[in-house]
């Protein structure tokens, strides 16, 4: 049986927060929900019509209802009970885009022939059509066809969906064929996955479970008066209220521009004219680290790096050019700040590995073809 009062009350609110702070986070930082892009979304949290959360956007309805269970299974007088509350959610315009989700850590009783007509549900246009001959076990005291516990399950929650301006049975198959049931989802794994989505956007690599911890307590704090409606730009106060990087990513996608520009003003300071260059682009090896330029006084090295830091940059990757750096302290610390900070926007200090190691989390896809020349002139000499 569900556990009531006490610590596992405790336990339930903080599991249903978890699930709101994945929804926060799929939202605000991804731009997905429930593996669909979402525009113009606001969440709805703890609402008053239904559910546990609500998600509404352009063609896009998602209601979830959270539930926890250490002991015992669910079984089907459960989840007639869980219905009976989605239900309220219902909108009177029944919309094509909605899901209904139940969610729970605990594990599923004896729900196969109730999954199975939630399958045979999906596959007809409405009640009418409908199995009405084979005989099925829907529980132990509880033999019906598909039409007739069709009947069952909106006998039993007729109350709730009669508030609907619709037709009963329309609204009752309107709900069913678009109910979801995911069990054995674990607080534990879900406070990794939330951490998981807020690495990327904390103040260092590690500061992601206090993010969480602080999150869950402005959450609490949201939902003390109820009833919380959240769009995008409330959902971005939440995030930063707890030092978290929202645009970080934004600017990442824009990192290689950033810094091509940057770059090309430094060589228009060394007088470096990319259209009037006709030599070919040096090679550079993946497996090399380090390319060295030496050569004599006037043979073109600069040239020859100006050329090779514009065809990178126009080719999408990372460039960087450090001059007038008095060592190679100061030049290391120059890239890091031309990186972090100017490239990125933040304002905390980082040293180049540690930049290198932030890129490579937020981008481990293309890091590989990130290009940092941190340069001094007087090493080309």
């Not at 002991?71 to 009976?84: E, H, K, N, P, R």
Request: glycine share 8%; hydrophobic share 40%.
């Amino acid at each position: 049986m569900t556990q009531i009062g006490g610590p596992a009350a405790i336990n339930g609110f903080l599991y249903q927060i978890l699930h709101h702070l994945d929804w926060l986070a799929s939202v605000t930082l991804r731009g997905k929900l429930n593996d669909q892009e979402v525009e113009d979304a606001f969440l709805v949290l703890e609402p008053l019509g239904g559910g546990d959360a609500q998600a509404k956007g352009c063609d896009f309805y998602l209601v979830e209802q959270y539930k926890t269970r250490q002991v015992g299974t669910w079984s089907l007088s459960d989840i007639v009970a869980v219905l009976c509350d989605l239900w309220k959610s219902v909108p009177t315009s029944l919309p094509k885009s909605a899901k209904y989700r139940f969610v729970t850590d605990g594990r599923a009783g004896k729900l196969d022939t109730f999954k199975s007509f939630l399958a045979d549900l999906r596959l007809v246009d409405g009640p009418d059509m409908l199995d009405n001959s084979i005989k099925r076990q829907f529980s132990n005291s509880l033999t019906l066809t598909n039409r007739e516990f069709f009947e069952y399950i909106n006998k039993k929650t007729e109350s709730k969906i009669s508030q609907l301006n619709t037709d009963v049975f329309e609204g009752a198959f309107h709900l069913l064929s678009r109910f979801e049931m995911e069990f054995c989802v674990s607080g534990n794994a879900l406070a990794i996955k939330v951490e998981k989505v807020l690495r990327c956007y904390a103040p260092d690599l590690g500061d992601e479970r206090r993010a969480r911890e602080q999150l869950v307590g402005v959450v609490l704090e949201e939902l003390s008066t109820g009833e919380t409606w959240l769009d995008y730009d409330g959902i971005n106060r939440i995030f930063q209220h707890v030092g978290l990087s929202i645009e970080r990513l934004h600017r990442l996608a824009r990192l290689p521009k950033t810094m091509r520009a940057l770059t090309h003003e430094r060589l228009v300071r060394l007088k470096y004219k990319f259209d009037r260059d006709v030599r070919d682009v040096l090679e550079w090896p993946e497996d090399k680290p380090v390319l060295l330029i030496s050569g004599e006084s006037g043979v073109g090295k600069t040239w020859q790096l100006g050329h090779l830091l514009e065809v990178s940059g126009r080719e999408g990757k990372i460039v960087n050019l450090v001059l007038n750096a008095v060592d190679r302290e100061d030049m290391l610390a120059q890239a890091s700040r031309d990186l972090w900070q100017r490239g990125l926007g933040e304002t905390s200090d980082k040293t180049l590995p540690a930049v290198s190691l932030f890129l490579r989390e937020l981008d481990p896809d293309n890091s590989s073809s990130s290009v940092s020349l941190p340069s001094s002139r007087d090493l080309f000499v």
